[in-house]
Antibody, heavy 122, light 108 residues
Framework: EVQVVESGGGFTEPGRSLRLSCTTSGFNFGDYAVSWFRQAPGKGLEWIGFIKSKPYGETTEYAPSVKGRFSISRDDSKGIAYLQMNSLKAEDTAVYYC?????????????WGQGTLVTVSS | EIVLTQSPGTLSLSPGERVTLSCRASQSITASYLAWYQQKAGQAPRLLIYGISSRATGIPERFSGSGSGTHFTLTISRLEPEDFAVYYCHQYGNSPLTFGPGTKVDIK
């Protein structure tokens, strides 16, 4: 069974850093992209960024709202992707989801993990 | 940035009814890179449709997608009790990837 599980969320103060992990199983991780998304309380879905697979150069792209503060990396040997979040702001408070990117270079995303809550507050 | 607009914001319907959800894009969607997701309260999103009209694995035939250019629709031919949820359209052909604000389908 294909699974993705997020971890690493929690409570932190503005300006601090946090690293989330996306642990996968049930598929050959190195063949797929991974994307991160978030959902603020009571709001819709927002794409944060993705990292492509090695055949696509492990290309990363980010949403304007997080570019320069967040970065995504991957460890194909462990089947884990990471979201490093620096200079956190109150508006980064959200449930963070990761998902496997399917379909070559342009990806749709399936499945999604259950998410991990990040709360940024003083 | 491609802005996606979904209408209506909320639909109140009864089980057994047919429903058509609309998604409009601010510019033409690259190739067929348009997907639909379902999200139930307290749960993660679930992929329903990709490539405008291809059903994801395990998705019932009552879900279908169509459209082109800037206008897309998700149709549920006959609502089942488990279909009451929020539905998001999503374009993945242009960065930044974007989602519509969602349409909530609730029970009348």
């Amino acid at each position: 069974e294909v699974q993705v599980v997020e971890s690493g969320g929690g409570f932190t103060e503005p300006g601090r850093s946090l690293r989330l992990s996306c642990t996968t199983s049930g598929f050959n991780f190195g063949d797929y992209a991974v994307s991160w998304f978030r959902q603020a309380p009571g709001k819709g879905l927002e794409w944060i960024g993705f990292i492509k697979s090695k055949p696509y150069g492990e290309t990363t792209e980010y949403a304007p709202s997080v570019k320069g503060r967040f970065s995504i990396s991957r460890d194909d040997s462990k089947g884990i992707a990471y979201l490093q979040m620096n200079s956190l702001k109150a508006e980064d408070t959200a449930v963070y989801y990761c998902s496997r990117g399917v379909g070559g270079y342009y990806n749709w995303f399936d499945p999604w993990g259950q998410g991990t809550l990040v709360t940024v507050s003083s | 940035e491609i802005v996606l607009t979904q209408s209506p914001g909320t639909l109140s319907l009864s089980p057994g009814e047919r429903v058509t959800l609309s998604c409009r894009a601010s510019q033409s969607i690259t190739a067929s890179y348009l997907a639909w997701y379902q999200q139930k309260a307290g749960q993660a999103p679930r992929l329903l449709i990709y490539g405008i009209s291809s059903r994801a694995t395990g998705i019932p035939e009552r879900f279908s997608g169509s459209g082109s250019g800037t206008h897309f629709t998700l149709t549920i031919s006959r609502l089942e009790p488990e279909d009451f949820a929020v539905y998001y359209c999503h374009q993945y052909g242009n960065s930044p990837l974007t989602f519509g604000p969602g349409t909530k389908v609730d029970i009348k």
